[in-house]
């Protein structure tokens, strides 16, 4: 694979190449920019991932347990995908209970859909069962709320201790 600066190098020493191949590498790092901004819902297939996506993650996680079979998470996941996919301020990861029982029982999921919602590693609520869009809507606003509150006690107290 190519590094920019040495792509960046080659374009400028042969213009010719660098007006033909321009438009395409400037669509290439657009597409690439923008799949990094809105990566922000994905599918956890073991333990090592949600590790790594959701105890780690440094904005609240939706963490939709569900399953194929399951007629309400059908509906659900898609409403989800959707509320959140412009969203920078949260993540939405799914996890299909059936491929993944250690995460089901490490967190007690006794029925699907299931959402648990991570915030610093740590679940901060929990829903079973299907919600319309209203109350999804406000399900994510309220996440948020804790989120942007729990922020501001952080920066107060790291302005206490400077002090």
Not at 107 to 128: E, Y
Not at 130 to 154: C, S, V
Request: aromatic share 4%; charged share 25%.
């Amino acid at each position: 694979m190519l590094k920019l600066p040495t792509l960046v190098a080659r374009l400028q020493a042969s213009p010719a190449v660098a007006q033909r191949s321009l438009p395409i590498t400037l669509s290439a790092i657009q597409k690439f920019s923008q799949s990094q901004t809105t990566l922000k819902t994905y599918t956890i297939n073991n333990h090592n991932e949600f590790d790594q996506k959701i105890i780690n993650s440094n904005v609240p996680v939706i963490v939709n347990f569900h399953a194929d079979w399951c007629a309400p998470c059908k509906t659900l996941t898609p409403m989800l995908t959707t509320r959140l996919e412009n969203a920078e301020d949260i993540d939405l990861a799914v996890i299909d209970v059936d491929k993944n029982i250690d995460l089901v029982e490490t967190f007690d999921v006794r029925a699907v859909p299931a959402i648990l919602v991570f915030r610093n590693g740590i679940v901060t609520d929990k829903l079973v069962g299907l919600m319309d869009d209203q109350n999804i809507g406000e399900f994510i606003e309220k996440i948020r709320t804790k989120a942007r509150l729990q922020k501001e006690t952080e920066r107060e107290e790291a302005t206490k201790k400077s002090k």
